[in-house]
């Protein structure tokens, strides 16, 4: 049946619809709407629902939408890294620069709440690079790396650093080191958003789902879909 087949990729039928959401997003946009809210009916409070439908909103053109949607997460989702991160990306992605301040506000509190979170972590070592303090952002990644002493992606930052503050022998050290663990690659900033990192899918899962529409996979019941929420 139908949902056996949702069912293949060992969770619930949210998994499903978010990576559905996740691939057509890729190639449409306006083809992962449906999946987007259908999960988003299913599960609020699941954080990729929430960061899929930002992204989703985003690639609309609906950046009010995605803000808002954003900010009512840290609401949604209670006070963590995540939700804050979630909010401070959409505001840089939204590409106003008067939104900047707010997000290195909401990065900060991401970062207080969890020292070890590094997609907040890069995004603000993206910042303070950018306005050149460099030593705030060697703060943080810093911090992070007895974590994460394999992850690549923290030594090129560090490297990146070292290198602005002409400490070339740091800069050498974790060049080095990034160059090591490329083996155990990390994507930059954030795939918690990406529906298939919680599961093993195969070729053959994503093709199943990909011919399904997402009123087959989800039983919406009485539940329906306000369109206004999307024209935001």
């Known amino acids: 049946t139908v949902c056996s087949k949702a069912y293949k990729l060992n969770r619930s039928s949210v998994e499903a619809l978010i990576l559905l959401a996740c691939l057509n ?9 449906p999946y987007i809210v ?6 609020p409070y699941r954080y990729e629902v929430q960061r899929i439908l930002c992204d989703a909103f985003l690639a609309n053109n609906k950046r009010a939408a995605a803000l808002n949607y954003a900010k009512a997460a840290v609401t949604s989702l209670g006070e963590s890294a995540r939700s804050y991160y979630l909010w401070a990306d959409i505001m840089l992605k939204s590409q106003l ?6 997000a290195r506000n909401c990065l900060e509190k991401a970062i207080k709440l969890d020292p070890t979170y590094l997609p907040a972590i890069f995004a603000y ?3 303070m690079m950018e306005e050149k303090k460099f030593d705030k952002a060697l703060e943080v990644l810093n911090n992070a790396l007895p974590h994460h002493s394999i992850n690549n992606e923290l030594h090129k930052y560090l490297y990146n650093c070292y290198s602005e503050k002409k400490d070339n022998d740091r800069a050498l050290y974790h060049q080095n080191l990034a160059l090591d663990h490329t083996t155990n690659p ?5 795939s918690l958003h990406q529906g298939s990192q919680e599961s093993a899918v ?5 093709d199943t789902l990909l011919g399904l529409e997402a009123d087959e996979l989800v039983d919406h019941g009485d539940s329906e879909v306000d369109d206004a929420n999307l024209d935001a």
């Open 97 to 102: 620069q008067r939104r900047k301040n707010s």
């Open 186 to 190: 990390r994507s930059n900033h954030e």
């Open 202 to 206: 195969t070729q053959e899962d994503v």
């Open 125 to 127: 070592a993206d910042l």
């Open 38 to 43: 259908t999960a988003q009916l299913q599960a």
């Open 25 to 33: 997003l890729e190639k449409d946009s306006t083809k992962a709407i």
